[in-house]
């Protein structure tokens, strides 16, 4: 089963999350999540990320850039 709703809510929450915390537009921010393995695991059904909170994906995306 596809998840695409919780999934279409959680997306811009966790575009807001990096515009803020990095100083971009909300754009940049959708192109910076898209093109991450945040956002490739999100869009695995398989890895329940859709079930977290976007503050968590957010910190996962975060850790990711290090």
């Given at each position: 089963?596809?998840?695409?709703l919780?999934k279409?809510?959680?997306?811009?929450q966790?575009?807001?999350?990096?515009?803020e915390k990095?100083s971009?537009s909300?754009?940049q921010?959708?192109?910076?999540?898209?093109?991450?393995?945040?956002?490739?695991?999100?869009?695995?059904?398989?890895?329940?990320?859709y079930?977290q909170?976007?503050?968590?994906?957010?910190?996962?995306f975060?850790?990711?850039q290090?």
């Amino acid at each position: 089963m596809a998840h695409g709703l919780i999934k279409a809510t959680l997306v811009p929450q966790i575009a807001e999350l990096i515009a803020e915390k990095y100083s971009v537009s909300a754009e940049q921010a959708l192109d910076l999540f898209y093109h991450s393995a945040t956002a490739e695991n999100l869009a695995d059904d398989e890895t329940g990320l859709y079930g977290q909170s976007a503050l968590y994906i957010f910190s996962l995306f975060a850790a990711g850039q290090g």
